[in-house]
């Protein structure tokens, strides 16, 4: 990275940390003004998206997307590093490309189908639902010594199954499944599905249960410039 803010400077993640820790004193008001200025970044953010691709040929692919959420205390936290909650792995999926009608879809899709598509330079991958289970994971521990209470110490696979998602933490073992469909804000959790569960087990076992983490000290410093380490 070219840019790093200056030492004076907080992080987003001081500011979250406060927030998180203080969460209990916070008002409605209070979330309804966090929510309001996120609401004003994306409002920003799709203005100039918008100038953009009026000075763009047609015949360009343009591609807007996120590597993930952020929930704003949404289920009780504000972040977007510890959970597979839907505020977080459900992002914007904006295409443009030649052959591709414009329209809107609902199908389950991913960031793999993208690849395939950028790569083949063909749009069809992104005009079906993805075949087979989606999986997911987090796996962040800030500290040496972890606080149970702490809901940014988390290790949690997903998988997603049609309109079927099942979450497994693998800190306290617990698994809850989501209707998407009729749930989608995840507020009435299911009983664990039998396949959806040997299913991530399996998973689990293949990956080693955890994520990549990345190394080197220039990686590490370009994450900690972004407030992602310490």
């Known amino acids: 990275l070219d840019w790093a803010p200056p030492p004076e400077t907080r992080t987003g993640r001081e500011d979250r940390r406060e927030l998180n820790r203080d969460r209990a004193e916070l008002t409605q008001g209070d979330i309804a003004n966090l929510r309001g200025r996120y609401a004003e970044e994306v409002w920003g953010t799709d203005r100039e998206v918008g100038r953009l691709l009026e000075t763009l040929p047609p015949e360009t692919w343009l591609v807007v997307t996120s590597d993930h959420g952020e929930q704003i205390f949404h289920h009780g936290w504000m972040g977007h590093i510890a959970t597979l909650r839907e505020d977080l792995v459900r992002v914007p999926l904006l295409v443009r490309a030649p052959g591709l009608t414009p329209g809107r879809s609902a199908r389950v899709t ?15 991958p992104l005009t079906r639902a993805s075949e087979g289970p989606i999986f997911v994971e987090v796996d962040y521990f800030e500290r040496a010594e972890q606080d149970p209470e702490d809901p940014e110490d988390s290790h949690q696979l997903g998988v997603v199954r049609g309109w079927d998602k099942q979450i497994w933490d693998r800190v306290d073992g617990q698994q809850a499944r989501f209707d998407l469909q009729s749930d989608p804000a995840e507020e009435r959790p299911l009983p664990p599905d039998a396949e959806l569960t040997a299913t991530l087990q399996a998973f689990a076992a293949t990956s080693g249960g955890h994520a990549v983490q990345a190394e080197g000290e220039d990686v590490q410093e370009a994450l900690r410039a972004l407030g992602y380490v310490d």
Do not use: K
Not at 113 to 121: G, K, T
């Open 110 to 124: 991913s960031h793999v189908e993208l690849s395939q598509a950028l790569f083949s330079r063909d749009p069809a």
